[in-house]
């Protein structure tokens, strides 16, 4: 990515956050991002990096070469109906739920769109995003983005938009469930008389212990998991009372149901 032109950021929150500290990791001057926020405080915590930010758009937004957007979904109309008239010419990079990119080319004005969706564990450098480009995107843009993406973690194109509501339900929610299996086994070892310290450090230890193994090994999640699972043993009498309880169905149904509404926000903001 040409470091450059300008980038300007449509909204300046967490998810903006964690891109614009990516770019600054990799080496891009701070006066090459433009952030647009209403909030005068979070335009003074990004000036204080150096960062160029104005409270609303305006000509300047002309010569961003690339435009972040990064506001609530519900707010995407207004705001792209003041930005239009000075982004046609940007490549425009969406990390907003729900909007579809059809909706998003009709209020902008052009179908340079790229449409992704991030998960929180981007602000720590260890997120997942699913991504998916418009026809008129090129190879080239196409590169830029996954320059933009990879300071934040991983990422994933997808072929077809209706997929990203799949992404959604699984990466983009994703650390929601983690978080809750968390809490679970936190709760299990306060009833089994560890201390609250106790119980949290174990759950996150085997968490990201689990998900090393898993990422390193040949194995897959089934064969792993049935290594350490000995017929009449206590992972068994853990795993045949969840069996039991049918969470597994319940956790696929969930997800399925995250994708569900995932699609329905796509009608609804797009209206």
Not at 71 to 87: G, I
Not at 91 to 113: E, F, K, N, Q
Not at 114 to 135: D, E, I, K, S, Y
Request: charged share 15%.
């Amino acid at each position: 990515m040409n470091t450059s032109t300008l980038i300007a950021f449509i909204g300046g929150g967490n998810m903006a956050t964690a891109i614009i500290g990516g770019l600054l990791r990799q080496g891009r001057a701070p006066d090459s991002i433009l952030v647009v926020d209403p909030s005068e405080a979070q335009r003074e915590r990004l000036a204080a990096q150096g960062l160029r930010t104005q409270a609303a758009p305006d000509v300047t937004l002309a010569d961003a070469s690339l435009v972040v957007w990064a506001v609530k979904p519900q707010q995407f109309k207004e705001a792209a109906q003041s930005c239009a008239a000075h982004t046609a010419g940007a490549l425009h990079y969406s990390v907003m739920a729900g909007l579809r990119t059809d909706d998003m080319a009709r209020w902008l004005g052009t179908p340079r769109i790229v449409r992704a969706m991030p998960n929180t564990p981007a602000l720590v450098g260890q997120g997942m995003t699913g991504l998916f480009a418009r026809a008129e995107v090129s190879p080239g843009e196409r590169a830029e983005i996954e320059a933009l993406v990879a300071p934040t973690g991983q990422s994933l194109w997808v072929e077809a938009e209706p997929q990203l509501d799949a992404v959604t339900a699984l990466s983009g929610s994703g650390p929601a469930y983690v978080f809750y299996f968390i809490e679970a086994m936190m709760q299990a070892a306060s009833d089994m008389g560890l201390s609250p310290a106790q119980g949290r450090t174990l759950a996150l230890a085997t968490f990201g212990g689990a998900t090393a193994l898993a990422s390193q090994s040949e194995d897959s999640p089934a064969t792993l998991r049935e290594k350490v699972t000995s017929k009449g043993g206590t992972t068994y009498a853990a795993l045949s009372h969840m069996e039991a309880a049918g969470v597994k169905a319940a956790f696929v149904q969930a997800m399925r149901a995250a994708e569900h509404r995932a699609g329905e926000l796509g009608d609804e903001f797009g209206r």
